[in-house]
């Protein structure tokens, strides 16, 4: 190698050392992916919906997802979702299974590029509950069905979630003149019905909003449709829900399967006049949506099966599921 008088290397040895430092300096700084975790949604007892954001896809993604685990700091050596290839920025969603009922989980979206693993924020997040207990300390099983998580059997609480006592009202005529909260049990008979079929309510209960425990509510209509289409519609979804065989409800107890777990029994309906009627044949469940002034949406089946909207006057007592906040 020939070397001139000011002892500098010739250029054109010079170009390539310069150039080769620029790519590796640039690939540090410019060219690393860069992801957010985003928000965490469907929380059910044993799921749960992830979302993320990616910003700069740098030199190309290999691998991106979520990873979570019960422990802080979570990393792709723990449970994470593997979405493949990613040659553009934009959002992207996983799908965290084989979770524990109420039970804290740590997740952070990540990228690879390369050897290297950039991890967004880590957020937390409760999967729901496996049961819950009203403001008598009755427990009740919880089912999920699609994203809804509901109690498995009618309410029978005689105190609000704050403790304070729902008025018994017994008498037929008092029962009609209410336009307060009211409860019951069918045929005013404790002892032969509550344990089973659950208590009966007026809606001036339900509009409480003290009714159901913390953090549960009396679904709304349209919350019920939801549970009525991810059934399968109307026609089928009673089967469904409806506890199998005549033990609770008469025959014929039409296509009861109750593949759900709901568990729905016929607890009867206190009419608006205080009169009692339709044990074993009939259950009405109240949603929280009114239809009009003096009347509310609720719903019904039969022992010949289906689930039907109807609409009871605001001073019937019917029975009550409560669904997950």
């Not at 965290?96 to 924020?121: D, F, M, N, W």
């Not at 008498?171 to 009966?200: F, H, I, Q």
């Given at each position: ?249 008469n025959s014929p107890n039409y296509s009861a399967t109750n593949e759900t777990g709901f568990t729905a029994l016929p607890g009867g309906i206190r009419n608006n006049d205080g009169s009692f009627s339709e044990i074993k044949d009939h259950g009405y469940w109240w949603s929280h949506t009114e239809s009009s002034i003096i009347y ?30």
């Amino acid at each position: 190698m020939t070397v001139n008088k000011n002892n500098k290397l010739p250029r054109h040895l010079l170009i390539p050392v310069i150039y080769m430092v620029i790519v590796t300096t640039c690939g540090k700084i410019e060219y690393m992916p860069k992801v957010l975790t985003g928000t965490i949604s469907s929380i059910t007892l044993e799921s749960a919906r992830a979302e993320g954001n990616l910003i700069d896809v740098g030199g190309g993604i290999h691998q991106h997802g979520h990873c979570w685990s019960t422990s802080p700091n979570t990393d792709v050596s723990d449970s994470k979702t593997s979405l493949g290839l990613k040659a553009s920025t934009g959002l992207f969603t996983s799908s965290l299974t084989g979770l524990h009922p109420e039970t804290k989980y740590y997740v952070r979206a990540y990228a690879q590029s390369g050897i290297e693993i950039i991890y967004g924020e880590e957020i937390s997040f409760t999967t729901g509950q496996s049961n819950v207990t009203d403001g008598d300390g009755i427990v009740y099983d919880v089912i999920q069905i699609g994203t809804q998580l509901w109690m498995k059997e009618n309410l029978k609480t005689t105190k609000f979630n704050d403790g304070t006592n729902i008025p018994l009202v017994t008498d037929n005529s008092d029962w009609s003149d209410l336009t307060t909260p009211g409860y019951c049990c069918y045929d005013n008979d404790d002892a032969t019905y509550k344990d089973m079929y659950g208590a009966l309510y007026n809606y001036y209960a339900v509009t409480s909003g003290k009714l159901c425990p913390a953090g549960w509510h009396v679904p709304t209509d349209y919350e019920w449709v939801i549970l009525t289409d991810y059934l399968g519609g109307e026609l089928v979804a009673g089967g469904k829900l409806k506890q199998s065989g005549t033990d609770y409800w008469n025959s014929p107890n039409y296509s009861a399967t109750n593949e759900t777990g709901f568990t729905a029994l016929p607890g009867g309906i206190r009419n608006n006049d205080g009169s009692f009627s339709e044990i074993k044949d009939h259950g009405y469940w109240w949603s929280h949506t009114e239809s009009s002034i003096i009347y509310a949406y609720c719903r019904e089946m039969n022992t010949y099966g289906g689930i039907h909207r109807y609409t009871k006057r605001i001073n019937c007592g019917l029975s009550v599921r409560c669904v997950r906040d």
